[in-house]
Each structure stands twice: as C-alpha cells, then as structure tokens.
C-alpha cells in the first residue's frame, strides 16, 4: 500500500477524538479571568458532575491522572498515616507507590495479576484493625494493565462502615465503566481528559466528598499547584480555576460533555459493553485466549494472550506498520506475555471490526493457524444480532 491507510488509534488512552469536538479545541484563546472562561468551567464542571454521577465538588487540575493521583494523596493524608492500598495490576502499585512517596504508610493487598479486588479480605483486614489505624483504602476502579474491573460499591460500604476514606483511581474508567461516585461513597475519584472523556490529555478531573474535605483539613503534605481546597475556593468564588487551565482542551471537552449528556450515560456503557463482548467473542473463535475472566471484564479494554509462536513485538509492529492499527502490550509480569485492545470512548463498531481483520491477517501470516474471517463473523454476529433486536 502506498497511501498511509487511516489510523486505527485502539489504545486505552489516550483515545480519538470526536470530530466536532476535535474542531472546538481550535477555538480562540480567552484569558482565564474573563467571564467567557467563567461559563466555560463551570458548564464543564456541571457536565462532569452528570459523569460522576455527583452532587459534591468536581476539581479542574491541569495535569494528566497521574498528577491527580497525586494530588488525591496529597490532600487527604499526612507522612506517616496507614493506609491499605488494592493492588490488581500495575496501576494499583503505582498509586501505592505515590502514596509512599508522601511518606504515608502504605500496605498493599496484592491481588493476582488478572484477578479483582477479593471483597472478603478487604473487610477481614479492616475488621482486624480494630485501633482503626488505616485511614484510606486506595483502590483501581479500572486496572488497565490486566483489563479487570474492580467494584468499588462494596469497598464504598466498608469504607462508610468502618470510617476510613475511599480513594478511586478511575482514569481508564470514568465515561466507559458506571462509578456512583455519590451512591458508593466513593470520597475522591480520579480521572483524565484523554481516556473515555475522548478529549486530548492535559486535564485531569477530580471529585471530593465533604469527608474527603474534611480530612484534607488536618492533612498536612506539602501541596500548592495540587491544593484541593485552593481549586475549591477558586471555583466557589468566581468559577475560576487557580492557575491558568488547558483552555483549549477544556473547549473540547465541553463538546464531549454535552454530547454524553445528549447519548446518555446508561447508552454510553451499553455501547462499550456491545463492542466488549464482540471482542471478547471474537478473540475466542479465532482460539486465543483472554487473561480476564467475563464477570470481572473490563468495558475499556481487554486483554488477550499472546499465542505459542508468535512474537509480541513483531505483532504489534506490523498491525502499526501494514494497516495503522495500534494496539500495545502490558507492563511487569505481563510484558510481552499479552496484548491489549483499547475499546473506550469514540471507537466505532467498525474500528473493532477493522482491528480484528487486520490482527486475523498479521497472526496468520506469522504462522498462527486461523482461516480469515473467523474472528470477524463472531465480532459481526454481536453487532448484527443487536441491530435487529
Ligand atoms: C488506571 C490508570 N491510572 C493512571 C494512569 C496514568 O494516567 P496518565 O498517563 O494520564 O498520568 C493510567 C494511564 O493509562 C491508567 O490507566
């Protein structure tokens, strides 16, 4: 092929970008004390509170999900309180990690790679700290480096029964997996521009429960640019934002918020849970196998085993270089061992049939034993079957 074919972004992030939307981050720049950038944040704001399902204050950070992962430490803890820290995959340990960083006292529940958080053991611990030292439970609501949900609602009730705070890193999930922020007790979730939200990275939207507030009080990390209550006290005043904001990615988001405001969010998870299980269904047809079990399934994005015989880097390369399909692979215990297929946000149906057709083509020529088609059909099937439903 001479011409560069599409591009076929199928990554967990960051993700295409609706056109309309794409076109308002060209807007014209305003200053941000002007009342033009006023109505700006806060119509996002409003959207965001519809995404997170909140009533309480949703924060603006200009950062990606990392800084507001961060900031999430920062501003609900001090250096040496205790803290038990779920760790699925990669990300759990990351947020673990930043919470050390901080000097907190940090206690991780490792689970399986592949596996979900085990409810029990959760409460089983904070039954046995009956001093009531642990004072927040971190938690992967999505863990995109294994494709396994975890469910936050029940960790939410243990949270509220036990006192300690709930703390939810929700980047790969707010806008493509449900979080009841408000109904779970959920005190601060974190989320970034560039995932499901399909807008360009370099914003980074927090919610923060009343409770989240209050402990923020008597935290005393060191903190100024991730000052929750600095952001709060802006907003409050004039709808600003402290420091100068993303304003052009704010614009596309505004786009964004309104157009899942218009679809609704219950359609929104319906149609990333449709595009799933076409995945999912036609990942098994072709005889691959998929790292997570389906109760525990991500809707954002799946992981699958890279089979006998076939070199991860070699798969990934060509799917780039022959067709423009990106996927990627894992990290740690999984480098190498799996792919995995973004599906969130503005992926269309016809994306994930482009990306199975081409990975059929690049596994057989690699020698994998497939007839062509195979994995498409199971993939059509869903689709089709839910059409005419
Ligand atoms: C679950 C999760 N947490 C945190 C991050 C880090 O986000 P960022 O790259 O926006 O800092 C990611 C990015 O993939 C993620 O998937």
């Given at each position: 092929m001479s011409m560069k074919e599409k591009r076929t972004l199928m990554l967990p992030g960051p993700t295409p970008i609706p056109e309309r939307a794409r076109q308002a981050g060209a807007e014209k720049i305003i200053g941000h004390r002007e009342l033009e950038c006023e109505e700006l944040v806060e119509e996002v704001v409003e959207g965001l509170k519809y995404v997170f399902q909140t009533e309480e204050d949703v924060l603006i950070l200009t950062c990606s999900g990392t800084g507001g992962l961060e900031a999430s430490i920062a501003n609900t803890l001090s250096a040496g309180d205790k803290v038990l820290a779920l760790c699925t995959g990669a990300f759990g340990e990351r947020y673990a990690t930043i919470a050390e960083r901080y000097g907190v006292d940090v206690e991780r529940m490792n689970f399986t790679w592949g596996e979900a958080v085990d409810v029990d053991r959760v409460k089983k611990r904070l039954e046995e700290d009956e001093a009531g030292e642990i004072k927040a439970i971190l938690m992967t609501h999505n863990e995109t480096s294994t494709g396994v949900v975890n469910n936050p609602e029940p960790i939410g009730e243990l949270a509220e029964e036990h006192d300690v705070l709930l703390l939810v890193d929700a980047v790969s999930s707010l806008g493509g997996v449900e979080l009841k922020v408000d109904e779970w007790g959920v005190d601060v979730a974190v989320t970034s521009s560039?995932?499901?939200?399909?807008?360009?990275?370099?914003l980074c939207l927090v919610s923060v429960s009343k409770k989240a507030l209050e402990a923020g009080k008597e935290a005393d990390s060191p903190k100024f640019y991730w000052s929750f209550k600095r952001a709060k006290d802006r907003y409050d005043r004039d709808?600003?934002?402290?420091s100068t904001p993303a304003i052009s990615t704010l614009y596309v988001l505004r786009k964004v918020l309104r157009e899942i405001k218009d679809e609704g969010l219950k359609n929104v998870f319906r149609r990333h849970e449709i595009v799933t299980k076409a995945i999912r269904k036609s990942m098994r047809a072709l005889g691959l196998g998929l790292l997570v079990d389906d109760e525990i399934a991500s809707t954002t994005v799946t992981a699958v085993r890279v089979p006998e015989g076939i070199e991860f880097n070699t798969l990934c390369q060509k799917l780039k270089e022959k067709y423009n399909v990106y996927i990627t692979g894992s990290k740690g215990e999984l480098k190498g061992k799996v792919f995995r297929i973004g599906h969130l946000g503005n992926v269309s149906r016809v994306d994930i049939l482009s990306t199975i057709s081409a990975l059929e083509m690049v596994l057989k020529e690699e020698g994998f034993d497939l007839e062509l088609g195979t994995g498409l059909r199971a993939a059509q099937q869903v689709f089709y079957e839910e059409e005419s439903r």
């Open positions: 560039q995932k499901a939200l399909m807008t360009p990275p370099g709808t600003q934002t402290p």
